[in-house]
């Protein structure tokens, strides 16, 4: 195996030669208007209603992605003031006890799902290929895809409202409240169901942003010169590939559990509503970094061109991002300070709150240093930056308080937990994704702003917020607990609310006229100069607004920055143009930066809005209660799944791409280490996760939870010890067929690898099947219940890898797999090991249960 590793490796290292920068020589100048018109034939979306359903290109999808996070931002605001206005008075008749319940959870809902998140991923979708010096992101269709599952999704769950069937079991759904016995009706279903389609998103954004980062930059740009934003996008990427997996998790638990009473969540069988709450907070508190990490890397990249000076203390901040994106994971439990957890963990944990206090503070002082040795120009994005400056450190003064265990017991769900994560959410994110889009809205309309109303705007959200949320904590330090609409019997609570609410109405005006000033600028906003901020970065070396192609050639050793406009638009960095007709894009090794090969993306399809249609018919189904059908669902995802794989691979070999004088790269059919290998490597991080959080609670509730041990199984050990051993057999058969399918594609015997690991993971599946038949009741027991999520963990898997298997087989009959081209081998082969590492874990559990 040693030998057939280092064969692959070395085939690699010659398809992809490795390119220094002082080899990359300027191509020769062309007219910028044939390359303009040459390259936006290629890349340009389809007009009308026919674009909507097949653009990919990630200036449109990030642009849809904002657009839609801002629509749900007003509706979650409009909420925000039917809450305000039930709090006006003590005895508010606005909202019955029931509505107000679904519009607070709603509220929370959809400024977390559908308006945070999103919005963060639009950014990253439309900024990170300007500011890297690319032509698109890495999977052009994957975004398009988690834009459609967004859109459906976030639909679904604001719709309900309209119906009377809006989630009502607050934002973070508790068990036991949110289980079938409490809840009887869809509502908890529509926030289960909506969330996790939604986060469908989440996770292809999380893939598509670490990808592009990691391997779309420009040439020879290494990741110790990246731009902030860079970095700070690649922290939020891989805290979503770990962060959302448990949510995830505990999302699908629940819905089993309401669907098929499988007990993960209830105390009398073994379960404990403490799961739900573990699981729910190893994604809730990196949220809120998840939500940060982007806003301060508009920060980094808007204070030091606003201040006519560089940032300060790169690797310093770089440090600070690195610092969160670890310390992030160790804090969830100061959620649950009033559970009754032990008092080493107590410690342990608020210790790790004020701890990251750390990081944070690194970040703020860079940043005021960096203003204090320019020459800070107060243009509208500083007024936010300021308003950020004076929200989000207050809101960090208030975290280190809750982090204190006897603070804490006393502020504990009251209005003053709600006043700091206001401060935080709308200091840490909002004020600077407005100045984000004051600072790049020329770049995106190519317009000017009208003077006045942005500054009336700042300072109607800036006083109407303080104004609000300011007084909630005095609010919530007299006692006013949260989630309560009338308080007959606390007078004392009236004042503070009616001021409150009267403020609340100011900030609402406040965004409305935001609204209308970037509606105007869009409509009749001057025409902008080039680069009018004077700014360096790569985004602002390309006209205004940014064409569908982003650069006319790529930049380069020699097309460093924003100073390079002409040379780039004339064709002298590198691929200029789109000689082939293909929308191609230059592939770099992770660290160094080193152009490794040429990537051809794909091109206008209606795949992504079909797969997420039939994604979409299953939790549709799941939603109605059609619970036997759901799999015709599945069925036709997997139909369209297909599909994508049928235009990815080619049955021929390609010379390779004219990437500057002297440098030829291969195409990335006839490359190992693709986009598509490296993002299989961040899937099957996420995949990790989830599969870890499925451990947690395995251990967590055979250790905490009562009425455990469990009952006696019914299984015959030694036939499911024969049974898991040949399971495994199969699957490592599979395995290692793959492996002899790559080393060998150029060989006649091809095809028995093909078919073998084929028949194989066919094989394997079948047993797991059996092992599945032969497990007790899930429904009896939590321990029975775990058992059968762990093993249908391993079968949707081995679905997965049987459908690489076909690829990869009819890959082989098709002549898509030579000596040059692998096909989908690779990724199967991936798959195939988690799968088999997976399982063994999955079946080893299983049999330690019953011999134990």
Known sequence: MTDATTTLEQDDARAQPSVKAADIAANPPQRALRLHRELDEVWSDLPGWRGFFTSVNHGTIGLRFMATAFVFFAIGGVLAMLIRAQLATRNGVFLDNDLYSQIFTMHGSIMMFLFAIPLLEGLALWLLPKILGARDMAFPRLSALGYFCYLFGGTVIVLSLLFGAAPDGGWFMYVPLTDKTYSPGVNADVWLLGVTFVEISAMAAAVEITVTILRCRAANMPLTRMPLMGWYLLGTSVMMLVGFPPLILGSILLEVQRAFDWPFFDVGRGGSPMLWQHLFWLFGHPEVYIIFLPAAGALSTIIPVLSRTKILGYGALVAAVIGLVFLSFGLWVHHMFTVGIPHMALAFFSAASALVAVPTAVQIFAWIGTMWEGRVQFRLPMLYIMGFFATFVMGGLTGVMLAMVPFNWQAHDTHFVVAHLHYVLIGGFVFPMLAAVAYWMPLICGRWRVRGLGEAAFWLIFIGFHGTFFIMHLTGLVGMPRRVGVYPDNPEWEWLNLISSIFGMIQSAGFALFAFDVIMQWMFGRRSWRNPWQAPTLEWAMPLPAPSYNFASLPGPRQPDAGSILPLARGEGLLPGAPRGWRETVVVEPGTGRPQHVAVLASNTALPVATSAAIGSFFAMMLAGFYWVAPLGILATLIVAWKWGAIMGTDRDHPPADVAPGIRLPLHWQVRNTLAYTGAVALLVADA???????????????????????????????????????????????????????????????????????????????????????????????????????????????????????ADLDARTGRISAERRGAVPVWQLFQLFWLGTSAVSLALILVQEVL
């Open 689 to 807: 996760t989830l599969f870890a959080s499925l451990l947690f609670g395995v251990g967590f509730l055979a250790v905490v939870a009562p009425n455990w041990p469990a009952p006696e199984s019914g299984i015959a050990t030694w036939p499911m010890l024969a049974v898991s051993l040949g399971a495994l057999a199969a699957m490592a058969l599979g395995t290692v067929a793959s492996r002899l399918a790559e080393q060998r594609r150029a060989d006649p015997s091809l095809r028995v690898w093909t078919r073998l690991g084929l028949i194989s993971t066919g094989a394997g599946l079948v047993l797991l099947g059996v092992i599945g038949v032969w497990l007790d009741d899930p429904t009896r027991h939590a321990r029975d219940a775990l058992r059968g999520a762990t093993l249908g963990f391993a079968v949707v898997h081995g679905v997965i890898a049987l459908m690489l298997a076909l690829r």
